[in-house]
């Protein structure tokens, strides 16, 4: 039993890099000191422990990372300083010797951050404690409501997958999950907290299934059924795992909306090979094709990455001439960042920086093309928009079942409420479209 007399009127702060997945297991760790009786320190106040949850998809992560740890030791002088995350179990001594830093939790022992905090007495050196990325075996849950209105469900951890130029199967182990019933049991906790969207988070949803027996389309029905959850939406799932079963239920669901996000990373096949990925682009194209006959109107994201080693000039522009092609809403673009024993090191060709941020450009500026017209495609529609809680002198806004963001044309108090509007023209930024409401 762990004494918590010592937590009680403690303060913390909490600071999170990366993805969605990490956003959702800092507000689980944030949950479990609630409850040991640790407050979230007001803006202003010094806190008492400092949480940061890190990631190192790039190299630019770790730099954000270390930067991040500096700028809030000198915030909080003397606070107990906990780093965990995925730059913590891959270089854990290295974090571990940043000043100012206590405690070091890999990727096992972050769910269960009670047992390893003691008396929050600051260490002359950090103490870092983890477990090799084969021992990994823990599924942490975490449900948690993000700063808008929706909830994040961790469904799945972990990766098989040895993509050349990455190391999160590294940082985050085996892939693993949840059992159904166990899931669907926190998102009718969610629904009973007031919660109407939740979003699907894992490092690769698609291989739900890989411990327990079940499977990811399993899984998709059975949330389907839960009352007072008005939508989900699947975060990023790769394309050889999106199967067309999968596309079809959407099309027809009850709650899973028109909206996909996929990793394409590159429209060349001769990259994708170097990549050591699991599909090519004919059968990318074929999913992309399959949701435009099954739902014509959803919203497709795609993830993209310029200047990978091998990445020659010819096979970029096969790559964006693939990518201008498919007809998908949005490209998230990522510039390749050299990661420390990945087998893309072994590949010759080197891209350099200058290039990187051509190509990047030349991406971005279709995104952005290719966004306006999928918006200009909805001026005049009806839509159903699930509204957010307005910053102050925020215009009040709100996501479309297929994500377009939509602003109200005046300010009224509709938070977490799914309303009917008419959809209008740009806003001044191009980023959204007006909406006025339609009574019923």
């Given at each position: 039993m762990i004494d918590t007399t010592i937590f009680q009127d403690k303060t913390a702060v909490y600071y999170t890099l990366g993805c969605k997945l990490n956003f959702s297991e800092t507000?689980?760790?944030?949950?479990?000191?609630?409850?040991?009786?640790?407050?979230?320190?007001?803006?202003?106040?010094?806190?008492?422990?400092?949480?940061?949850?890190?990631?190192?998809?790039?190299?630019?992560?770790?730099?954000?990372?270390?930067?991040?740890?500096?700028?809030?030791?000198?915030?909080?002088?003397?606070?107990?300083?906990?780093?965990?995350?995925?730059?913590?179990?891959?270089?854990?001594?290295?974090v571990a010797e940043i000043e100012g830093v206590d405690l070091v939790l890999g990727a096992d022992q972050k769910g269960d951050i009670m047992k390893y905090l003691g008396s929050l007495n600051k260490n002359e050196h950090g103490e870092a404690i983890s477990t090799p990325m084969k021992d990994i075996k823990n599924f942490s849950p975490s449900c948690s409501r993000g700063d808008r209105t929706r909830f994040f469900l961790k469904v799945q951890d972990g990766c098989d997958y040895m993509c050349s130029y990455c190391t999160i199967p590294f940082a985050?182990?085996?892939?693993?999950?949840?059992?159904?019933?166990?899931?669907?049991?926190?998102?009718?906790?969610?629904?009973?907290?007031?919660?109407?969207?939740?979003?699907?988070?894992?490092?690769?949803?698609?291989?739900?299934?890989?411990?327990?027996?079940?499977?990811?389309?399993?899984?998709?029905?059975?949330?389907?059924?839960?009352e007072g959850i008005e939508r989900y939406r699947i975060s990023s799932i790769e394309p050889n795992l999106l199967t067309d079963e999968i596309i079809?239920?959407?099309?027809?669901?009850?709650?899973?909306?028109?909206?996909?996000?996929?990793?394409?990373?590159?429209?060349?096949?001769?990259?994708l090979k170097l990549m050591r990925r699991r599909y090519d682009t004919a059968l990318f194209a074929h999913k992309i094709n399959k949701i435009r006959e099954s739902i014509p109107d959803a919203f497709i994201g795609v993830d993209v990455i310029v200047g990978t080693r091998g990445e020659t000039d010819e096979y970029f522009e096969e790559a964006y001439n693939f990518v201008k092609k498919v007809n998908v809403t949005q490209l998230h673009v990522f510039s390749y960042s050299e990661r420390p024993g990945t087998q893309a090191?072994?590949?010759?060709?080197?891209?350099?920086?200058?290039?990187?941020?051509?190509?990047?450009?030349?991406?971005?500026?279709?995104?952005?093309?290719?966004?306006?017209?999928?918006?200009?495609?909805h001026i005049g529609k009806e839509a159903l928009v699930l509204m957010e809680k307005a910053k102050r002198g925020e215009v009040m806004h709100g996501f479309t079942e297929n994500y377009i963001r939509a602003e109200l044309t005046y300010d009224v108090k509709l938070d977490n409420k799914i309303i009917r509007v008419k959809l209008g023209e740009f806003n001044d930024d191009k980023t959204a479209l007006k909406a006025t409401i339609i009574e019923d």
């Amino acid at each position: 039993m762990i004494d918590t007399t010592i937590f009680q009127d403690k303060t913390a702060v909490y600071y999170t890099l990366g993805c969605k997945l990490n956003f959702s297991e800092t507000s689980t760790i944030g949950k479990i000191l609630k409850d040991a009786g640790v407050r979230t320190a007001k803006a202003g106040e010094k806190a008492n422990i400092i949480v940061v949850n890190t990631c190192s998809v790039t190299e630019m992560a770790d730099k954000k990372c270390r930067q991040a740890i500096h700028r809030l030791t000198k915030q909080h002088p003397g606070a107990f300083v906990v780093v965990t995350g995925c730059y913590a179990q891959l270089k854990p001594g290295q974090v571990a010797e940043i000043e100012g830093v206590d405690l070091v939790l890999g990727a096992d022992q972050k769910g269960d951050i009670m047992k390893y905090l003691g008396s929050l007495n600051k260490n002359e050196h950090g103490e870092a404690i983890s477990t090799p990325m084969k021992d990994i075996k823990n599924f942490s849950p975490s449900c948690s409501r993000g700063d808008r209105t929706r909830f994040f469900l961790k469904v799945q951890d972990g990766c098989d997958y040895m993509c050349s130029y990455c190391t999160i199967p590294f940082a985050r182990g085996r892939s693993r999950n949840g059992k159904i019933e166990e899931l669907v049991e926190q998102a009718r906790q969610a629904a009973a907290e007031g919660g109407k969207e939740i979003v699907l988070t894992g490092v690769n949803i698609g291989d739900f299934g890989r411990t327990t027996g079940e499977t990811f389309i399993d899984l998709v029905k059975a949330l389907d059924k839960v009352e007072g959850i008005e939508r989900y939406r699947i975060s990023s799932i790769e394309p050889n795992l999106l199967t067309d079963e999968i596309i079809e239920y959407v099309a027809q669901s009850r709650a899973f909306m028109p909206h996909f996000h996929i990793p394409l990373q590159s429209g060349s096949d001769s990259v994708l090979k170097l990549m050591r990925r699991r599909y090519d682009t004919a059968l990318f194209a074929h999913k992309i094709n399959k949701i435009r006959e099954s739902i014509p109107d959803a919203f497709i994201g795609v993830d993209v990455i310029v200047g990978t080693r091998g990445e020659t000039d010819e096979y970029f522009e096969e790559a964006y001439n693939f990518v201008k092609k498919v007809n998908v809403t949005q490209l998230h673009v990522f510039s390749y960042s050299e990661r420390p024993g990945t087998q893309a090191l072994k590949i010759e060709h080197v891209v350099s920086p200058e290039q990187k941020h051509e190509r990047s450009q030349r991406l971005l500026a279709l995104s952005e093309v290719k966004v306006h017209e999928f918006y200009e495609a909805h001026i005049g529609k009806e839509a159903l928009v699930l509204m957010e809680k307005a910053k102050r002198g925020e215009v009040m806004h709100g996501f479309t079942e297929n994500y377009i963001r939509a602003e109200l044309t005046y300010d009224v108090k509709l938070d977490n409420k799914i309303i009917r509007v008419k959809l209008g023209e740009f806003n001044d930024d191009k980023t959204a479209l007006k909406a006025t409401i339609i009574e019923d």
